[in-house]
C-alpha cells in the first residue's frame, strides 16, 4: 500500500506573544535573552509509563527500612496528568491512538498512525517543526517504525503496516531531504527486505546509516539512521542500557546542526519496553526499563542547563499491566527481591526452550534468586506448552507461571496482560512548561506544542 506520508508547505510564524505565554521564570539570566526564540523541544515518552510504574522505581531506588526515599529524576518535575481515552467507546487506548494525539492534538482509533478517525492524516509537531525549519529526530528502543515514533513522522491506517512505516520514513520528502535528521532505535529487517533493501539506496542519496551501536559515538554527519537490532533493541536489564547514550549522541548531533544554522530542534525520545515488560507482566524488567529512561532524562536535563533555551515535556502514551505494589491481601512489596532478578522474563523463557526439563531449575535458580517453594517448582517443570504453539506463544506459555510466581513473592500485583485507561504522569520544564500545568487531555498536550512551534 502506497504511503499517506506527506509534508504541507506552512508559512513560518515565529510568534513571540505565543512563546512567552507559557515561558516560565528560570534561575538561568540567560534564558531571558532566549525568550523571543522558539525553544528546542525534547519530548520524553514512557510507553506504559503510569504513576505507579515511577512509585515502582522510586522504591527499587530506595534502601528497604532507611527511612527515606532515593532521589529520581521524575520528582521536581511534576506539572499535571492527563487522559489517554481514544476515539471510541471503550476508554482504553493502544500506543498507536495515543500517539497520535500526542503529536497531532487529534483523537482517533486504536491502531490509527497519524490519521484521524476517518483516516485524514493530520500534520504532526515534527512534520510543523520541519516546515519551519527546525531540525527533528527521534529515538526508540524498539523498532523505529513502531507505533509512537511512527506517529510523529507518517501517516497510516494501521500500525501493522510495518514494512510501508518504514519505507515512509526512508523515502525522502523532497531529493536529499527526509522527514528527520536523526532517527535512532532497531527495526533493521525491515528497512532490508528481501523485496525491498533501503540501505544501500540511502546511503546513495546521502543519508548517513549505521548498524552498529559502538559506532554511534563516532558518527558525525547528518542525516543519520541508526539501526541497532533486526527490532527491538535488548532489553536493559538483559544487556547496557542503550537510551540515555542515544539520547546524549541526538543532542550532540543536533545541536550541532543547529549550532551551524541557528534553527531550533524537535526531539521525540521514546522509553518503549517499559510497555514490553508490562505487557509480560515482567517487574524486574519494569524497573530497569524505567531506570533506562530516568537515565536519558538526566543527559537531557543536563542538556538544558547548557542550553536553557529548550522545552522538556515528559508524558506517558497509557499505562500498561494494571501494576499494584501490594498483592493478596500482604501489606508489603519487596522491592529487594524484584532487584535481585538478573534477567527478564523474554530471555529466560527463549532459554528455557533451548534446554531439557530437567536443567530448568538449575537454570533459573541464579536468575529468579527467590526462595521458590516445591509446589512452585513442579508448576514451572510441569507447565503445559500447547502441541500448535510456536515462537512467542511458547515462550507465553512458560511466561505465565514464572510472572506469578515472581509476583507471588514481590508482592507485585497485575490485573491484565493489556493496557488500562488510567491517567497518566505530565512533566515539563523550560520555556513554555506552564502550558502543560493541570488536568488534561493527551490532545492538549499536542495542540499546545503545534502552537509553541507555530
Same mark, same amino acid.
Given at each position: ?41 525534547? /519530548? ?21 527500612? +532507611? ?57 504532526? %509537531? ?7 525549519? #527546525? ?30 512505516? $518504514? ?30 533493501? #533501503? ?10 546509516? &549505521?548498524?552498529? /551501536? ?35 549522541? $541526538? ?13 531550533? /530542534? ?7 519496553? &517499559? ?26 536535563? +543536563? ?9 522538556? %515535556?515528559?508524558? +506517558? ?59 512452585? #517448582? ?35 500485583? #497485575? ?13 515539563? &520544564? ?25
Amino acid at each position: 500500500m502506497s504511503s499517506l506520508n506527506f509534508l504541507t508547505p506552512f508559512r513560518i510564524i515565529l510568534a513571540t506573544s505565543v512563546i512567552l505565554s507559557g515561558c516560565t521564570q528560570t534561575n538561568d539570566k540567560s534564558s531571558e535573552q532566549h525568550q523571543a526564540e522558539p525553544p528546542n523541544i525534547i /519530548f520524553m515518552i514512557g510507553d506504559g509509563m503510569g504513576f505507579e510504574y515511577i512509585s515502582a522505581y522510586r522504591y527499587a531506588m530506595s534502601e528497604p527500612g +532507611a527511612g527515606t526515599l532515593a532521589a529520581t529524576p521524575f520528582d521536581d518535575l511534576l506539572l499535571g496528568a492527563a487522559t489517554t481515552y481514544p476515539d471510541d467507546t471503550t476508554w482504553v487506548t493502544d500506543s498507536a491512538s495515543s500517539a497520535t494525539a500526542l503529536a497531532t492534538g487529534v483523537k482517533s482509533y486504536n491502531g490509527a498512525i497519524g490519521v484521524d478517525a476517518d483516516k485524514h492524516p493530520q500534520q504532526s %509537531i515534527m512534520e510543523l517543526a520541519r516546515a519551519n525549519g #527546525w531540525y527533528t529526530g527521534a529515538v526508540s528502543t524498539v523498532q523505529v517504525n513502531h507505533a509512537t515514533p511512527a506517529s510523529f513522522f507518517t501517516h497510516h491506517p494501521s500500525r501493522k503496516m510495518y514494512e510501508a512505516i $518504514a519505507d515512509s520514513l526512508a523515502t525522502p520528502v523532497q531529493p536529499g531531504v527526509w522527514s528527520f535528521d536523526v532517527l535512532l532505535g532497531g527495526g533493521y529487517r525491515y528497512f532490508n527486505r528481501d523485496d525491498k533493501n #533501503w540501505l544501500p539506496e540511502l546511503e546513495q542519496q546521502g543519508m548517513q546509516v &549505521i548498524t552498529e /551501536f559502538e559506532q554511534l559515538a563516532t558518527t558525525t554527519t547528518t542525516p543519520l539512521l541508526g539501526l541497532f537490532a533486526p527490532v527491538a533493541l535488548p532489553a536493559a536489564i538483559d544487556d547496557q542500557p542503550r537510551l540515555a547514550t542515544m539520547t546524549e549522541n $541526538a543532542l550532540r548531533l543536533l545541536s550541532a546542526k543547529q549550532q551551524e544554522q541557528q534553527q531550533p /530542534f524537535a526531539l521525540m525520545i521514546e522509553g518503549s519496553q &517499559i510497555d514490553w515488560c508490562g505487557h509480560a507482566n515482567d517487574i524486574a524488567c519494569t524497573v530497569h526499563e524505567m531506570h533506562d529512561f530516568a537515565q536519558a532524562i538526566d543527559v537531557v536535563r +543536563a542538556f538544558q542547563q547548557q542550553h536553557p533555551n529548550t522545552l522538556l %515535556i515528559i508524558t +506517558a502514551d497509557h499505562s500498561t499491566g494494571g501494576l499494584t505494589l501490594g498483592q493478596g491481601g500482604e501489606y508489603a512489596w519487596y522491592s529487594e527481591k524484584v532487584m535481585g532478578i538478573t534477567a527478564s522474563l523474554e530471555v529466560m523463557t527463549r532459554d528455557l526452550l533451548e534446554l531439557p526439563r530437567d536443567q530448568w531449575r538449575g537454570y533459573l535458580q541464579p536468575r529468579l534468586n527467590l526462595d521458590v517453594t516445591e509446589d512452585e #517448582w513442579q508448576q514451572i517443570l510441569a507447565v503445559e506448552i500447547p502441541a500448535a504453539a510456536r515462537g512467542r506463544d511458547r515462550q507465553y506459555a512458560i511466561g505465565k507461571v514464572l510472572a506469578a510466581v515472581i509476583s507471588t513473592h514481590t508482592r507485585t500485583g #497485575w490485573t491484565t496482560t493489556g493496557h488500562t485507561a488510567v491517567d497518566v504522569p505530565v512533566m515539563a &520544564i523550560g520555556p513554555g512548561s506552564e502550558a502543560f500545568r493541570g488536568y488534561q487531555d493527551n490532545t492538549d498536550i499536542g495542540k499546545a506544542l503545534l502552537k509553541l512551534i507555530r
